[in-house]
């Protein structure tokens, strides 16, 4: 059985369908250039379970088709502009995590600020977390973090501690903590901490699970040190729907669901002919030989990022350089691969080629600079007769022009928020 997916984000798309997809591969090829990639064909815990009911993930690519957003979205998109009306509130590029909880946006940035942006849900911005330094209440680095209990929590912090913010941004407590621990999640459905840390530790393991008070260590998915890794956050590897936690680790073929503590297996790709034979990477060198295969002809793996809610899960993969968007419909078990840009049916405005950011369960986006999607509104206004565009602009196609011509100034992005069917 083979595997593969992802997911993905570029800031600046330009304007041509077809050089947009050209920066599209740049992105990707630029991604597959970080870090070390590694081969991971089956660690896992001992204890983990497989029971009746595992959804098996079918991908034959010569079923791909253009699809539409209607098919997999529920039929309204929000429209969120972070807005950078000081420099306080002025984001960099790059974005690795945004979250929404309750009526805040939690915006992560680990290389450039080192920090988390704070906005109200309609995107005023409110405060920000910069604390770097080596004092008390201080980290000189972080990759992740979590909201537990109505307080923010870093993870993944340099010194080894856990750090305690309240939703404001103000610094509450630390604990130094002895065993290195990396990015992770809460999960509320059993009242647990689950961190990923990537290791090259014999007898170490990849998942560490804690209770709420740090305690009761339980631990997943050991080393093998027969095998070749790499460089991954894990910061994508748990994602949660509305009544579950799920875990996937990059080049494993296998989603798991975790419960009551175990991780169950409960879906799994099928890449058939189209998949990667992982030992053929394997035997590459580990310099430009292996990096040039990656980029260039490597066919489909699990690349660890992912969206699912109980009723479908989707994720992007790439074959040979081509990109398609995965959606797996956990209730008929069928598998659809769209391929190029998706068409907007549900307001007719923006179009993307996937999804990147997993915002709150069954909400999933994508983000565009707001100059970027003025863009594309003086483009489709270009193509219109000015009776239809005007009547678009003011009823189906309204946020999306009122956010357009809000934003059309500013470099920061304007949020792009889907609702999972």
Same mark, same amino acid.
């Given at each position: 059985?083979?595997?593969?997916?992802?997911?993905?984000?570029?800031?600046?798309?330009?304007?041509?369908? $077809?050089?947009?997809?050209?920066?599209?591969?740049?992105?990707?090829?630029?991604?597959?250039?970080?870090?070390?990639?590694?081969?991971? /064909?089956?660690?896992?815990?001992?204890?983990?379970?497989?029971?009746?009911?595992?959804?098996?993930?079918?991908?034959?690519?010569?079923?791909?088709?253009? $699809?539409?957003?209607?098919?997999?979205?529920?039929? /309204?998109?929000? *429209?969120i502009?972070?807005?950078?009306?000081?420099?306080?509130?002025?984001?960099?590029?790059?974005?690795?995590?945004?979250?929404?909880?309750?009526?805040?946006?939690?915006?992560?940035?680990?290389?450039?600020?080192?920090?988390i942006?704070?906005?109200?849900?309609?995107?005023?911005?409110?405060?920000?977390?910069?604390?770097?330094?080596? &004092?008390?209440?201080?980290?000189?680095?972080?990759?992740?973090?979590?909201?537990?209990?109505?307080?923010?929590?870093l993870?993944?912090?340099?010194?080894?501690?856990?750090?305690?913010?309240s939703?404001?941004?103000?610094?509450?407590?630390?604990?130094?903590?002895?065993? +290195?621990? $990396?990015?992770?999640?809460?999960?509320?459905?059993?009242?647990?901490?689950?961190?990923?840390?990537?290791?090259?530790?014999?007898?170490?393991?990849?998942?560490?699970?804690?209770?709420?008070?740090?305690q009761?260590?339980?631990?997943?998915?050991?080393?093998?040190?027969e095998?070749?890794? &790499?460089?991954?956050? &894990? +910061?994508?590897?748990?994602?949660?729907?509305?009544?579950?936690? *799920?875990?996937?680790?990059?080049?494993?073929?296998?989603?798991?669901?975790?419960?009551?503590?175990?991780f169950?297996?409960?879906?799994?790709?099928?890449? $058939?002919?189209y998949?990667?034979?992982?030992?053929?990477?394997?035997?590459?060198?580990?310099?430009?030989?292996?990096?040039?295969?990656?980029?260039?002809?490597?066919?489909?793996?699990?690349?660890?990022?992912?969206?699912?809610?109980?009723?479908?899960?989707?994720?992007?993969?790439?074959?040979?350089?081509?990109?398609?968007?995965?959606?797996?419909?956990? +209730?008929?078990?069928?598998?659809?691969?769209?391929?190029?840009?998706?068409?907007?049916?549900?307001?007719?405005?923006?179009?993307?080629? &996937?999804?990147?950011?997993?915002l709150?369960?069954?909400?999933?986006?994508?983000?565009?600079?707001?100059?970027?999607? *003025?863009?594309?509104?003086?483009?489709?206004?270009?193509?219109?007769?000015?009776?239809?565009?005007?009547?678009?602009?003011?009823?189906?196609?309204?946020?999306?022009?009122?956010?357009?011509?809000?934003?059309?100034?500013?470099?920061?992005?304007?949020?792009?928020?889907?609702t999972?069917?």
């Amino acid at each position: 059985m083979k595997l593969s997916l992802a997911t993905f984000s570029i800031a600046g798309l330009a304007k041509a369908p $077809g050089l947009k997809f050209l920066l599209f591969l740049q992105y990707w090829l630029y991604v597959l250039l970080l870090g070390n990639f590694i081969i991971l /064909s089956g660690a896992c815990n001992p204890k983990t379970e497989s029971v009746p009911g595992l959804e098996r993930i079918s991908v034959d690519l010569s079923e791909a088709r253009t $699809g539409k957003l209607s098919e997999f979205f529920e039929p /309204s998109i929000e *429209y969120i502009w972070l807005e950078d009306d000081s420099q306080e509130a002025q984001l960099n590029a790059g974005l690795q995590k945004i979250l929404f909880y309750e009526d805040r946006i939690y915006t992560l940035d680990i290389f450039g600020c080192k920090c988390i942006h704070i906005f109200d849900k309609s995107g005023k911005f409110l405060s920000k977390i910069d604390a770097h330094g080596e &004092g008390p209440g201080q980290y000189l680095d972080f990759d992740d973090f979590a909201v537990v209990d109505g307080e923010l929590i870093l993870l993944g912090v340099f010194p080894r501690k856990i750090m305690w913010f309240s939703l404001e941004g103000e610094f509450l407590r630390e604990l130094f903590f002895q065993e +290195r621990v $990396g990015p992770g999640i809460f999960s509320e459905f059993d009242q647990r901490f689950y961190l990923y840390t990537e290791t090259r530790d014999p007898g170490d393991y990849f998942v560490k699970s804690f209770n709420k008070s740090l305690q009761d260590t339980s631990k997943h998915f050991p080393y093998h040190p027969e095998r070749l890794y &790499g460089n991954f956050s &894990g +910061r994508d590897f748990f994602q949660k729907s509305t009544e579950n936690l *799920y875990f996937g680790m990059a080049y494993l073929d296998t989603i798991y669901q975790v419960d009551k503590g175990n991780f169950v297996a409960k879906l799994v790709f099928d890449f $058939g002919k189209y998949g990667q034979d992982l030992d053929e990477i394997k035997r590459l060198d580990a310099g430009m030989e292996r990096v040039n295969f990656i980029n260039n002809r490597a066919k489909l793996y699990f690349r660890g990022q992912y969206h699912v809610s109980e009723k479908q899960l989707h994720s992007f993969i790439v074959y040979e350089k081509k990109a398609y968007n995965l959606f797996f419909d956990r +209730r008929s078990q069928q598998t659809h691969l769209i391929e190029n840009l998706f068409t907007n049916d549900i307001d007719g405005g923006y179009e993307p080629y &996937g999804i990147h950011y997993s915002l709150a369960p069954g909400q999933v986006g994508w983000r565009v600079p707001g100059r970027d999607l *003025y863009k594309t509104l003086l483009e489709k206004k270009a193509h219109m007769e000015k009776a239809e565009f005007e009547n678009w602009a003011k009823n189906k196609g309204r946020n999306f022009a009122k956010t357009a011509l809000a934003a059309r100034h500013s470099e920061n992005p304007v949020l792009i928020v889907y609702t999972l069917k």
